[in-house]
């Protein structure tokens, strides 16, 4: 099998390839808008293994390279970074070290989703665009409304009331017509995200592992299914701080010389998973007893948004323990609440909270 290293770019790319028979290895540069790159990975004999970097606008190269027979692994950029020393950092050198890295079986792979949870994970990006489109719309009528004395602690602007008092303004000109268009706008807006929570709804209702995340009071089919999508695998993860960290919800740190330096958290992870996570939680404190004590006690003597940090990542935990375990609530809040109740996993022997861990 031969074995390419490749490093993409949107209108061409560098790939150093290995001859296993010849020990050769050949250094090219391909264009991808000409259909130089197809040709090459069409007369490549297949199957090859080809290696290439986590980055945007490859999704194409990735399915064309499958079809072909190939092999795509996906590695950390920023572990491949990592691994090289040299400070001099050309698309050849790139390649080179790409196809060393898979030599050696040292290259960092990456889980990708399939075909299906790529689908799904387009559904929910393109309902947030479509709800943050709505949100500076709203923002605008509610400019509208507050320069002509609308009381701010009212009715809400965009509910039936707040409607007919903004088509009621002594508006005139061109901010009358602003008016009608970010009504208009908001009309459009409401009758496609409706459509698209019906969607999400039956893609939850219809995905096991997010009808059992949608046990946990507080959690919706969009978190839900944003969860499980965004995991995936639950299997790759050894234990929940591996979770928490692949979500950018545990602290940066700088320490040495017996000094421990903890600073805001990382935010290395999904954004908009992250972002899923503390809007749920504030629900789930109304709704969960053991949430809203231990968020209470942390506002005692920390900043609620540091509190409701904390809050997000322990739903992350919990619904990592629920996919890992296959437990719904309320059982999973009565084994996390015991700490002499262990939970099994495939290396290791451990609590849901983390308080006790012991090796095989």
């Known amino acids: 099998m031969k074995i390419v290293g490749c490093d993409f770019h949107p209108s061409w790319q560098q790939v150093a390839v290995f001859d296993p028979e010849t020990g050769?290895?050949?250094?090219?540069?391909?264009?991808?808008?000409?259909?130089?790159?197809?040709?090459?990975?069409?007369?490549l004999e297949a199957p090859a293994l080809i290696g290439i970097e986590a980055c945007g606008n490859s999704q194409w190269f990735i399915e064309l390279a499958e079809q072909l027979g190939h092999?795509?692994?996906?590695?950390?950029?920023?572990?491949?970074?990592?691994?090289?020393?040299?400070?001099?950092?050309t698309d050849r050198r790139d390649a080179g070290h790409i196809l060393k890295l898979l030599m050696e079986s040292r290259f960092p792979r990456l889980w990708t989703p399939t075909a299906a949870q790529r689908d799904l994970r387009q559904l929910l990006i393109h309902r947030h665009k479509l709800v943050e489109i709505r949100t500076r719309v709203k923002n605008g009528?509610?400019?509208?409304?507050?320069?002509?004395?609308?009381?701010?602690?009212?009715?809400?602007?965009?509910?039936?009331?707040?409607?007919?008092?903004?088509?009621?303004?002594?508006?005139?000109?061109?901010?009358?017509?602003?008016?009608?268009?970010?009504?208009?706008?908001?009309?459009?807006?409401?009758?496609?995200?409706?459509?698209?929570?019906?969607?999400?709804?039956?893609?939850?209702?219809?995905?096991?592992q997010a009808r059992l995340l949608m046990t946990q009071p507080g959690v919706g089919p969009i978190t839900s299914l944003a969860f499980v999508l965004t995991i995936g695998d639950v299997s790759r993860f050894k234990h929940s701080n591996q979770v928490a960290s692949y979500l950018g919800l545990i602290p940066r740190e700088h320490s040495s010389g017996g000094k421990q330096r903890l600073g805001s958290i990382s935010k290395q992870g999904n954004r908009f998973m992250r972002q899923l996570l503390v809007e749920s939680?504030?629900?789930?404190?109304?709704?969960?007893?053991?949430?809203?004590?231990?968020?209470?006690a942390r506002c005692h003597h920390k900043a609620k948004g540091v509190a409701k940090v904390a809050a997000a990542r322990k739903l992350a935990v919990r619904l990592y323990w629920m996919l890992r375990q296959n437990v719904g609530y309320p059982e999973i809040a009565r084994i996390e609440s015991s700490p002499r109740v262990a939970l099994r996993g495939e290396s290791h022997l451990e609590t849901v909270n983390g308080r006790s861990r012991i090796q095989q």
């Open 71 to 89: 092999v795509v692994w996906v590695g950390d950029a920023a572990q491949i970074r990592a691994s090289y020393v040299r400070k001099q950092k």
């Open 281 to 296: 939680v504030q629900t789930v404190n109304r709704l969960d007893e053991g949430f809203r004590k231990q968020y209470a």
């Open 141 to 208: 009528l509610q400019h509208l409304a507050l320069n002509r004395g609308f009381p701010k602690q009212s009715s809400r602007l965009c509910g039936v009331r707040g409607r007919a008092y903004m088509e009621k303004l002594p508006l005139t000109g061109w901010t009358a017509r602003r008016r009608e268009d970010l009504l208009k706008l908001l009309a459009e807006l409401d009758k496609h995200l409706g459509e698209l929570d019906d969607a999400v709804q039956r893609a939850a209702d219809e995905h096991p």
């Open 24 to 43: 050769e290895i050949a250094e090219l540069k391909l264009l991808n808008g000409d259909g130089e790159a197809e040709r090459f990975y069409r007369e």
